[in-house]
T-cell receptor
């Protein structure tokens, strides 16, 4: 195990459903990330939380809503998604300094494979 | 915005061969660079991290080099094994927090 756990592993949802992705890290890190991985495209950073505060939102549509209740847990709430949102959603964590920078490795979960019908 | 390119997109080699994977980036003002491995349907595993002040890092049969001025990094894999078959991605961080990824090189090592 990598120390970062994501559930569920697979999710199929209709365009009108509401669902949530969960991520938990057991590494004592203070920064957590959501990435989207689509076929033939580079990983896209969606959100960054440093010390439980959201510090990055890379122009992500409002149908994706992140939540970080504490430094170990991260959620991605989904509603009224589109078929083009089908992708592998990856959570990651790292340890950052007070300047919110890291020179340490990024640890990823196994991802949630999302299919929107 | 940083752009990261990895060539080739796919590579197939016989077992035992030494190989080099390439990564180039457009903005040389990076904070660090990481090489990752991804198995099908799985998350990424960080293999090596090179800080901006370093020229290379080694771990077992893996050696990663960094040339910031030319915007290039290479991952050298010695004596390749079938278990090395995976997609290898590189990522740069310009701020130390936001990482930009390439699309990866899919490696197949043939027994």
């Amino acid at each position: 195990e990598t120390g970062v756990t994501q559930t569920p592993r697979h999710l199929v949802m209709g365009m009108t459903n509401k669902k949530s992705l969960k991520c938990e890290q057991h590494l004592g890190h203070n920064a957590m990330y959501w990435y989207k991985q689509s076929a033939k495209k580079p990983l896209e950073l969606m959100f960054v939380y440093n010390f439980k505060e959201q510090t990055e939102n890379n122009s992500v549509p409002s149908r994706f809503s992140p939540e970080c209740p504490n430094s170990s847990h991260l959620f991605l709430h989904l509603h009224t998604l589109q078929p083009e949102d089908s992708a592998l959603y990856l959570c990651a964590s790292s340890q950052v300094d007070r300047g919110r920078r890291t020179n340490e490795k990024l640890f990823f979960g196994s991802g949630t494979q999302l299919s929107v019908l | 915005k940083q752009e990261v390119t990895q060539i080739p997109a796919a590579l197939s080699v016989p077992e035992g061969e030494n190989l080099v994977l390439n990564c180039s980036f457009t903005d040389s003002a990076i904070y660090n660079l990481q090489w990752f491995r991804q198995d099908p349907g799985k998350g990424l595993t960080s293999l090596l991290l090179i800080q901006s002040s370093q020229r290379e890092q080694t771990s077992g049969r893996l050696n990663a080099s960094l040339d910031k001025s030319s915007g290039r990094s290479t991952l050298y894999i010695a004596a390749s094994q079938p278990g090395d078959s995976a997609t290898y991605l590189c990522a740069t961080s310009n701020t130390g927090n936001q990482f930009y990824f390439g699309t990866g090189t899919s490696l197949t090592v043939i027994p």
